[in-house]
């Protein structure tokens, strides 16, 4: 079981300049790995037209692995309305600092395209990672 706790603020600047900041923290009961696979991280997030530059830094270890409190995650995003469809490219970079720094940062990408149909969000997505898959 994951359990995802999270607060922060949006807000504007102004009309075209909006905001994002938070803490967000991944929690699992039942995890039993030294060093914890509970993270916790703060995050700052920019939105300026359809794109979205956001920024995560881990205050702990990330995700089990040893060592890598100060890791980070760069995320781009952008969304667009095409014919009633939303497109969605994305492109993200997770920075594991420590001992497995090499093998356990990776880039992932990924394309979404999403339309409400009565209520319904009906959406697929092409999804891949340069992620080292023995690690």
């Known amino acids: 079981v994951e359990i995802d706790l999270y607060g922060g603020v949006k807000g504007a600047s102004n009309k075209d ?3 994002d900041v938070g803490v967000l923290t991944y929690q699992y009961p039942s995890n039993q790995l030294n060093p914890s696979a509970n993270t916790t991280e ?3 997030a920019l ?3 359809p794109g979205t530059l956001k920024y995560s830094h881990a205050v702990t270890d990330t ?3 040893l060592d890598s409190k100060n890791s980070y995650y760069l995320d781009l995003s952008a969304t667009f309305d095409v014919q009633g469809f ?3 490219p994305h492109i993200g970079y997770q920075k594991i600092n420590g001992p497995f720094a090499d093998v356990a940062t990776y880039t992932d990408y990924s394309l979404t395209v999403s339309k409400e149909v009565s209520g319904v969000v009906l959406s697929g997505a092409i999804v891949g990672t340069d992620a080292d898959k023995s690690f």
């Open 17 to 19: 300049l909006n905001y």
């Open 42 to 44: 703060i995050y700052g």
């Open 47 to 49: 939105s300026f037209g």
């Open 63 to 65: 995700f089990g692995n």
């Open 86 to 88: 939303a497109l969605v």
